[in-house]
């Protein structure tokens, strides 16, 4: 049985960071990719980074390039989404998921496998 359990969330102030983490266990890793998506309210899901488990370039958002990093620990089965210069409308709950190694990261529909998400918001 697959798990993706997400941590790190809150409230931080805006130019702030934080890190989410997300634990992952019931998956050959090798054949997975994973990402993070967020879900705004009132709005629909996005695609916020992805990269393939076992390495190479990760994908990103335009909205988060250059402020977001997406990294995982293979040997802690641990993916995680380094965010900083955070801003008002970064606020919402974001999801890790897992999908097929080879699948479009930037695509929401691909991902099999979804924590229960973690709420983000960035406020004064």
């Known amino acids: 049985q697959v798990h993706m359990v997400e941590s790190g969330g809150g409230l931080v102030q805006p130019g702030g960071s934080l890190r989410l983490s997300c634990a992952a266990s019931g998956l050959t890793f090798s054949t997975y990719g994973v990402g993070w998506i967020r879900q705004a309210p009132g709005k629909e899901r996005e695609f916020v980074a992805g990269m393939s488990w076992s390495g190479g370039s990760p994908y990103y958002a335009d909205s988060v390039k250059g402020r977001f990093t997406i990294s995982r620990d293979k040997d802690k089965n641990t993916v995680f989404l380094q965010m900083n210069s955070l801003n008002p409308e970064d606020t919402a709950v974001y999801y890790c998921?897992?999908?097929?190694?080879?699948?479009?990261?930037?695509?929401?529909?691909?991902?099999?496998?979804w924590g229960q998400g973690t709420q983000v918001t960035v406020s004064s």
């Open positions: 998921a897992a999908a097929r190694y080879g699948s479009t990261y930037t695509n929401i529909r691909a991902y099999e496998y």
